[in-house]
């Protein structure tokens, strides 16, 4: 069992943080979550979801402002950070090392620490200071996944989406699954319509 944290930013995409956050705990462990200020207008706008709402048995939801918080030092163990989904503000602050909030200072901790720090940015088009910064944040050492479903396993619902991204941040912390389908090679052509449009 190891504790995870998900900063939860301002970006779209909260369907993908709530579904990582159940894989996680349906995978045994537990869950360190802080959501910005921003990330809760939009976690009301697209789930309907209170920053309170995240909370259950196995998640500790800290407020982002709470430099004092665990999260907040490399003593705490933590088997990785994930911002998900991030802004193009987060991601640009994380790559300065910023750490102004609770959320940017866990992912700092992250990079010094030398843990696993899954970025999952969400934006479009990316200008070129965004494509700098993620380049910034690679080299440094983070894992830059971005909010991008393939198609080539036939989604039929918008989970099977959000399944597909959960799957590969899965992956790479190392966390057993069963999200999203793997890829067994090409076969027959779909005889039935595809995701619903
Ligand atoms: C509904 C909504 C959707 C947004 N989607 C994105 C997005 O996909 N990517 C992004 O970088 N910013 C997005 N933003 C803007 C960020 O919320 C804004 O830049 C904010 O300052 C980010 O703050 P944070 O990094 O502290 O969460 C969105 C804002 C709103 C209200």
Redesign the pocket.
Known sequence: MARYFVGI?????HAYARALIRALLEAGHEVDLAV????E??LR??LGLARADLAEPGVRVFDADAVEAPPSSGTALTGGVILC?C????LA?VAVGFSS?L?ERAADVALKEGRPLVVV???APLSEIHLENLLRIAKLGAIVLPAAPGFYHRPKHLDDLVDHVVGKILDRLGVEHSRGARWSGLDEPPTERGIER
């Open positions: 930013t301002g970006a779209s995409g910005t200020g921003a990330g207008k939009v706008h697209e989904p802004s193009m503000g987060t602050r909030n959320v940015p969400r934006e």
